[in-house]
Each structure stands twice: as structure tokens, then as C-alpha cells.
């Protein structure tokens, strides 16, 4: 029976000792199947227990079939297994479970919100609230609230029910199951049936605080942590920061609006290095076309958006000019080829002229094309190709 298992008697137990029922190997992982056992599988978003069982550590839990299988690191050709739990992993896996309870029936009670769905994760617990729209301040009053029920350190009590017995009214979910049903009850605050590990109280969950929400489809997933993690968090948010004051060079409290300077700063640099390098392409497209109207030239390790760029202020700084570029970019050459507004050359024979010579894919239109593919033409015997193309 579910109720007999040990990790439900006692949460806090860490050794017990147990006869191996059987022992197999599935997909190269050697696993055992104990009478009992304190290794809780994984399940209800919560994460499996690791520890060790004979000494040969214990890398993952699952329930099949009624049965829980510990996979090992090696077999344990043995008839009695002694186990040890990892007590730390159990621990953090109680408090952020129990914190996931607390919070999402906080979230019932002052945003009307239910939770759809819960995983914890290594770094960060999150759930999933069934609704699009959520605030900062239904945020906050959510985490003001649990945080109460973590301090008031209320009772967390454990029940198993029959259906029958079960009040229906109080609970906050459907359960899944008929016939065991164990409940999580936090008295005159949450009724849920939970087949997790949970501590004795909520005190003990010791802290939780949320870092943030994101938008998923029509819910709202938020991030949250609890007990030690949230010391983890701002140990190395507090590194972060410092680290950042310091390239900055101002104090903690300045640091926001230090970063606003440099963003600003940043983006008028961006948008000034944008205009020199378009007047530097215009030069350069009128030093091409200056030397007639037919312009061939290679290039080597130039970005094929640059050469875009150039093809078509070579084509404007000249009507009648016919403009034909390759570049080599490691492994792929590239092409653009572009015509002014008098010439009569058709761009698409030369891109299909091109593309046959390099097996590669590209287009356009009959007055600007662009393409190229891995080939070991070089970029001025590309050009040659497509001058013939158009008799040049």
C-alpha cells in the first residue's frame, strides 16, 4: 500500500535497511527493487531522492508498475541493502515543494489565480498560473502572503482519506487517484492531496521569494525559491552587483542609473559608427565606379551584408554602371551583382550563371541579385563567370 512506503512515514528519516526483492539492467542501467524503501521517486513535480545503497551511490528513482526502481551506479549483487539518502537534496526538495503549496494558494487567495502545473527545477522552482494577466503588485501581495504563513511556522499535517471521506468542498485541485488518497493540510489555509515529501511545519520552508514571471502562451509562469536557495540567489545576485559596481566605479545605489548612461552613450555610439561606416561605403562605391562602368572586385572575410550594402550605392552612384562582387567567407563564396538605373543587363542570368558555378542557392530581381554556395572557385574566377554571362 502507498500509506506503508517509508518515505511517507517519516520524511526525516535518512538510513533504513531493506531485503532486495530483484535486481535488472534496462537500456545499460543496472537498477534493484527493494521490500521498502526510503528513496522517494520521482513525481508530482517533485524530483527523486539520491543517496546510496550498499555504499554504490543511487542516480535515479522511478515508480513502475507499483514497483520503485533505484538505478545504481553498479550492481549491488546483494541480498539486504543498507541506504543512505542524500538528506541535503531531500531537505531542499521540502522546502521548495511546501513552498509551492504555500504560494500557489496565496496566489488563490489574492489574485483568484489557480496553478496549473509546478516544476523544480536545480536553480529555480516555478508554476504556472492560469491566467495572461499579472501585475508586480499581485506579485508582491502573493509573496507578502506566503511569507505570513512561512512565519506563523502553522502545523503541516498529513492525512490519508477514502474517497468517501474526502471533502471535496476544501479541495484546491482534483486529485488523481480513487482509492489512497493522502492530503496536505495546512489548517485554515490549504487542503490538497500531494504524494510529495513535506516537512512537520512551515516555518521551515525558512523563506520564499519570487524572481520573476514570464509570459507562456495564455499563462504566466513565475520563478520563485524558497529556504536556502533564496541565501544561494542573493549570494551571487550580490556577487553580480558587485562585480558591476566595480567596472562601473559608483556606489550600489547608483548603479541603475550609472548603467542608464552607458546604454544611452552606447546606443549614440552604435548609431554614429553606423553613419561613418555608410559614408565610408558610399566613398568606396564611388571610387569603384570612377574607374568605368563595369565593376568587378573580390574581397575576402567581408560580411555579405556589407557587399549588399556597396552593390547597390555602386548601382545609384552610376546609371549605366554594371556591379559585380564575390567574397570569400571560409568555406562559402559569395556574390552580388547590381545594375543602375540605365543599364539593360539582366542580374538574374548572372545569379543563375553563378549559383550553376557554385551549387549554391540565391536570388533577386532583374536589377539587384545575391547567393552563393561552398565551392573551390576562387572569388575572381567567379567574377569572369558572371561577366560572360551577360557578354562582359
Same mark, same amino acid.
Given at each position: 500500500?502507498?500509506?506503508?512506503?517509508?518515505?511517507? !512515514?517519516?520524511?526525516?528519516?535518512?538510513?533504513?535497511?531493506?531485503? +532486495?526483492?530483484?535486481?535488472?539492467?534496462?537500456?545499460?542501467?543496472?537498477?534493484?527493487?527493494?521490500?521498502?524503501?526510503?528513496?522517494?521517486?520521482?513525481?508530482?513535480?517533485?524530483?527523486?531522492?539520491?543517496?546510496?545503497?550498499?555504499?554504490?551511490?543511487?542516480?535515479?528513482?522511478?515508480?513502475?508498475?507499483?514497483?520503485?526502481?533505484?538505478?545504481?551506479?553498479?550492481?549491488?549483487?546483494?541480498?539486504?541493502?543498507?541506504?543512505?539518502?542524500?538528506?541535503?537534496?531531500?531537505?531542499?526538495?521540502?522546502?521548495?515543494?511546501? /513552498?509551492?503549496?504555500?504560494?500557489?494558494?496565496?496566489?488563490?487567495?489574492?489574485?483568484?489565480?489557480?496553478? =496549473?502545473?509546478?516544476?523544480?527545477?536545480?536553480?529555480?522552482?516555478?508554476?504556472?498560473?492560469?491566467?495572461?494577466?499579472?501585475?508586480?503588485?499581485?506579485?508582491?501581495?502573493?509573496?507578502?502572503?506566503?511569507?505570513?504563513? @512561512?512565519?506563523? &511556522?502553522?502545523?503541516?499535517?498529513?492525512?490519508?482519506?477514502?474517497?468517501?471521506?474526502?471533502?471535496? /468542498?476544501?479541495?484546491?485541485?482534483? +486529485?488523481?487517484?480513487?482509492?489512497?488518497?493522502?492530503?496536505?493540510?495546512?489548517?485554515?489555509?490549504?487542503?490538497?492531496?500531494?504524494?510529495?515529501?513535506?516537512?512537520?511545519?512551515?516555518?521551515?520552508?525558512?523563506?520564499?521569494?519570487? @524572481?520573476?514571471?514570464?509570459? $507562456?502562451?495564455?499563462?504566466?509562469?513565475?520563478?520563485?525559491?524558497?529556504?536556502?536557495?533564496?541565501?544561494?540567489?542573493?549570494?551571487?545576485? &550580490?556577487?553580480?552587483?558587485?562585480?558591476?559596481? /566595480?567596472?562601473? *566605479?559608483?556606489?550600489?545605489?547608483?548603479?541603475?542609473?550609472?548603467?542608464?548612461?552607458?546604454? $544611452?552613450?552606447?546606443?549614440?555610439?552604435?548609431?554614429?559608427?553606423?553613419?561613418?561606416?555608410?559614408?565610408?561605403?558610399?566613398?568606396? #562605391?564611388?571610387?569603384?565606379?570612377? #574607374?568605368?562602368?563595369?565593376?568587378?572586385?573580390?574581397?575576402?572575410?567581408?560580411?555579405?551584408?556589407?557587399?549588399? !550594402?556597396?552593390?547597390?550605392? #555602386?548601382?545609384?552612384?552610376?546609371?549605366?554602371? @554594371?556591379?559585380?562582387?564575390?567574397?570569400?567567407?571560409?568555406?562559402?563564396?559569395?556574390? =552580388?551583382?547590381?545594375?543602375?538605373?540605365?543599364?539593360?543587363? *539582366?542580374?538574374?542570368?548572372?545569379?543563375?550563371?553563378?549559383?550553376?558555378?557554385?551549387?549554391?542557392?540565391?536570388?533577386?530581381?532583374?536589377?539587384?541579385?545575391? /547567393?552563393?554556395?561552398?565551392?573551390?572557385? *576562387?572569388?575572381?574566377?567567379?567574377? +569572369?563567370?558572371? #561577366?560572360?554571362?551577360?557578354?562582359?
Amino acid at each position: 500500500m502507498l500509506k506503508d512506503r517509508l518515505y511517507y !512515514k517519516d520524511p526525516y528519516r535518512t538510513t533504513f535497511k531493506a531485503n +532486495v526483492v530483484r535486481e535488472g539492467i534496462e537500456d545499460g542501467r543496472p537498477y534493484a527493487v527493494l521490500e521498502n524503501t526510503l528513496f522517494y521517486p520521482t513525481g508530482g513535480g517533485q524530483p527523486h531522492d539520491t543517496g546510496r545503497l550498499n555504499g554504490i551511490r543511487v542516480m535515479d528513482v522511478e515508480e513502475r508498475d507499483g514497483e520503485i526502481l533505484h538505478y545504481v551506479e553498479k550492481p549491488l549483487n546483494a541480498l539486504i541493502a543498507s541506504g543512505k539518502i542524500d538528506w541535503t537534496r531531500r531537505h531542499d526538495h521540502m522546502q521548495q515543494h511546501t /513552498g509551492q503549496h504555500i504560494l500557489t494558494a496565496a496566489f488563490i487567495e489574492t489574485a483568484g489565480c489557480q496553478t =496549473v502545473s509546478f516544476h523544480l527545477g536545480r536553480e529555480l522552482v516555478s508554476i504556472d498560473l492560469d491566467t495572461e494577466h499579472l501585475i508586480d503588485e499581485q506579485l508582491e501581495a502573493a509573496e507578502k502572503r506566503a511569507n505570513e504563513i @512561512i512565519r506563523e &511556522n502553522r502545523k503541516i499535517e498529513t492525512r490519508w482519506v477514502t474517497e468517501e471521506e474526502l471533502d471535496r /468542498g476544501r479541495l484546491r485541485k482534483a +486529485v488523481a487517484v480513487e482509492e489512497e488518497i493522502r492530503l496536505v493540510i495546512i489548517p485554515d489555509y490549504d487542503y490538497n492531496g500531494c504524494g510529495g515529501t513535506h516537512p512537520h511545519s512551515t516555518g521551515e520552508v525558512g523563506q520564499l521569494k519570487i @524572481i520573476g514571471m514570464e509570459r $507562456m502562451k495564455k499563462k504566466t509562469r513565475v520563478h520563485f525559491v524558497c529556504g536556502n536557495r533564496v541565501l544561494l540567489q542573493l549570494r551571487e545576485k &550580490n556577487r553580480i552587483l558587485k562585480e558591476a559596481v /566595480g567596472l562601473l *566605479s559608483v556606489p550600489e545605489e547608483d548603479a541603475a542609473e550609472a548603467i542608464r548612461r552607458l546604454l $544611452m552613450t552606447n546606443r549614440s555610439l552604435e548609431k554614429r559608427l553606423s553613419e561613418t561606416e555608410d559614408r565610408l561605403l558610399e566613398a568606396e #562605391a564611388q571610387s569603384l565606379v570612377t #574607374a568605368g562602368r563595369l565593376v568587378k572586385a573580390a574581397y575576402s572575410d567581408r560580411p555579405i551584408a556589407e557587399l549588399q !550594402k556597396l552593390g547597390r550605392a #555602386a548601382a545609384s552612384a552610376r546609371e549605366d554602371a @554594371i556591379v559585380l562582387l564575390a567574397v570569400r567567407n571560409g568555406a562559402k563564396l559569395q556574390f =552580388v551583382a547590381s545594375r543602375g538605373s540605365e543599364a539593360t543587363a *539582366s542580374m538574374k542570368q548572372v545569379a543563375s550563371a553563378a549559383l550553376e558555378a557554385t551549387g549554391g542557392k540565391g536570388g533577386g530581381s532583374e536589377a539587384f541579385v545575391q /547567393g552563393g554556395g561552398d565551392t573551390s572557385l *576562387s572569388a575572381e574566377e567567379l567574377l +569572369v563567370i558572371m #561577366a560572360e554571362s551577360i557578354g562582359e
